[in-house]
């Protein structure tokens, strides 16, 4: 079965930013969001690192991308995202009640910095070299990371590339990749875990399910709308 013919009917809620349909089975959450997403442990020149205001992922993101670097698993990190992600102080989806109840999770930072520029301070803190960190400020979610990817790597076929965010959102990253990035690549799919968003643990907190629910219902929605690749699940 392919994302797109998965049984579910999301409706999306542009001014709530939300899905409003009936919750998802948890069964088909993981099926939909989980399978067939694993590190194949292969090494890469670059390791691409997507954008969060959420800040135990973006603190999540960096420290795996520093593990990876300091391994030699890569050698170079692009970090990604603007001042507009869907994750942004401006933009966050989550529902008040949800965050009030999940504070220690939930919180998002609110500077004036670029997700991007922020991971990059980071990463230079935890001692990444400022000259192995490429940063694209100008890409507001996967899709836009993707699309604009060649103007800040180059690629070419066979390469291998790896992959680095939380683990509900690595589907979504290989399905955008798969979309816009015409080139064929082997994905190492790398999770940043923060002990709350992972398939064993999200039903734990609102805020987990919530997240996972949402990203369920947004990956079978952008598929059947041709915005990311139809992927076998």
Known sequence: MKLSETPINPIWNQELKNYTNEPLDFALIDKIV?????????????????????????????EKAVELYQKGRIKKVLFTGGKNGISSA???????????????????????????????????ELGIPKEDIIIDCESNNSNETLQNLFKFIKLKDNDNIIVIT??????????????????????????????????????????GRELLNFEANHLVRLTRENKIADLEI
């Open 166 to 207: 939380s683990a509900y959102h690595l589907k979504r990253c290989l399905a955008s990749s798969k979309k816009y990035v015409h080139l064929n690549l082997t994905y190492t799919l790398v999770a940043a875990e923060t002990g709350y968003f992972e398939k064993d643990n999200y039903r734990e907190t609102k805020l």
């Open 90 to 124: 401006k933009n966050n989806q989550t529902p008040e009640e949800i965050n009030k109840d999940n504070l220690d999770i939930s919180y998002i930072i609110n500077d004036e910095l670029a997700e991007a520029e922020r991971m990059q301070k980071y990463g230079i």
């Open 34 to 62: 989980f399978a067939g997403i694993y590190d194949n442990e292969l090494p890469s020149e670059y390791a691409i690192c997507f954008g969060t205001s959420r800040k135990i992922e973006m603190v999540a993101r960096v």
